[in-house]
């Protein structure tokens, strides 16, 4: 899932991620609370009316953001008080605060507001953060639950109606795993949120700090216990070295800033399956394309000079050439596998 963390991918346009292949977009609750407001979106119809994105949309539950935000913040069993980053004001996120506000915004799939401590955090704090997400998972899909048959019976939202004519029953509610790199609670966290019963499960709490042999061991203890028929997402991570082993491994969805944060610094990823750093001197006279067998025609037209030349001069054009390679490249990865697997 590209990463539109405020409604837009950062230099391209809604219509070149189309072209390239995407199918659903990740934006991001604690953003769009703050600016333009939860109540903006809700007026124009929802996000896909707001952002003009008619595909699917998934919402984190702003979890991961505000409890970024730790230096500022105060964690309870009712939810975590912080303060913006934009202008310091006080704010309150719990797990029905979250809920409305993904309802409000009329994504296709929401999450569970849960508690997201560093891998490395100690298994006292581990332990209580599981019981808080387990706490926080049921108080939402209560909340859920209400809001789900208030709108069926007031017909008040138009995205809820689409679904139901697919089958659907509202937008799908995904609880989340923690439990970091301790197996006892990342079981005991997972037989308990599928005990509640959700619509899809994410391992969450992975790709903060641990090594990828960690977070592959998360994801082969964790996965088999996951529900066959769920959707299964794995939060954060998106390195296309380890994504085909966690599919292997059962994993369904992955979101990553990545492809688009090292485009913008110059690495390039390429069809082949290696990379290069664009910026580097041996790249000044390479008038061969950047990738002949790209996704994107930017890559298939332009040369490598004339790239390097871009990110020398900090032409913003750089930066779209750079994403849409890289976010091409990524949509490519997962449509062979899945024409490997012949899904």
Known sequence: MPVATSGAMRGISHRELLELGAEILLCNTY????????????????????????????????????????????VDDRGVEFRNHLDGNLHFLGPEEATIIQHKLSADMIMCFDECPPSKASRGEIERAVDRTLRWAKKCKEVHEHLCHAEERGQEASRLEAHRAEGAEGPLLFGIVQGGLHFDLRKKCTEELIAIGFDGYAIGGLAVGESPEEMYGVVEEIAPLLPENAPRYLMGVGELSQLKKCIALGMDMFDCVLP???????????SDGSSMNITRAEYREDYSPIDPNSPSIFSRTHTKSYLRHLFQVKERYAETIAIMQNLGVTLAFFQALQREMGT
């Open 31 to 74: 953003h769009f609370s703050l600016r333009p407001g939860v109540e903006v979106v809700e007026k124009a119809g929802g996000l896909h009316e707001f952002i003009g994105w008619q595909k699917p949309i998934l919402t984190d539950s702003g979890g991961y953001q505000v409890f970024s935000l730790r230096h500022t913040s105060v």
């Open 260 to 270: 688009v944060r090292e485009a913008r610094h110059g690495k390039i990823l390429l």
